[in-house]
C-alpha cells in the first residue's frame, strides 16, 4: 500500500488533534510461492476507486489461491537432506530428548 498525506480542517478530537489524514493511492500484489508454477507477477495499481480494486484483487487471489489447495495431490519426494532431517527428528521424538 501506498498512502498520501492529505491535510484536514483543524479539527479536536478528543486530547488529539487531527493533523493530515494517510489517503491509499496504489498498491502492488502478487503471489510468492517456491512452485513456479503459482507464482504470479507484480500487479501494480494507482488510480482511483483504490480499495475497492485491493479488495476485488485480494478476493479474486483468495478464490485462486482456493482452486490450487482444493486438489488432491500427493506429496512432492523428499529430497535427501530433508529425508535425513525427518529420520532423525523421528528417531530424536522417540528417544524423549525432543521434549
Not at 500500500?1 to 502478487?30: N, W
Not at 478464490?63 to 529425508?83: A, C, F, K, Q, Y
Amino acid at each position: 500500500m501506498d498512502t498520501d498525506d492529505v491535510d484536514v480542517e483543524d479539527t479536536d478530537t478528543r486530547s488529539m488533534r487531527l493533523i493530515d489524514e494517510h489517503m491509499v493511492s496504489g498498491f502492488c500484489s502478487y503471489r510468492v510461492t517456491n512452485h513456479e508454477a503459482y507464482q504470479t507477477p507484480p500487479f501494480v495499481y494507482s488510480g482511483p476507486d483504490v480499495m475497492n480494486v485491493f479488495y476485488t484483487r485480494v478476493m479474486k487471489e483468495s478464490e485462486s489461491i482456493s482452486g490450487i489447495v482444493r486438489n488432491d495431490v500427493g506429496m512432492m519426494n523428499l529430497t535427501p537432506e530433508e529425508l535425513k532431517k525427518l529420520l532423525k527428528a523421528i528417531a530424536k521424538s522417540r528417544s524423549g530428548s525432543a521434549r
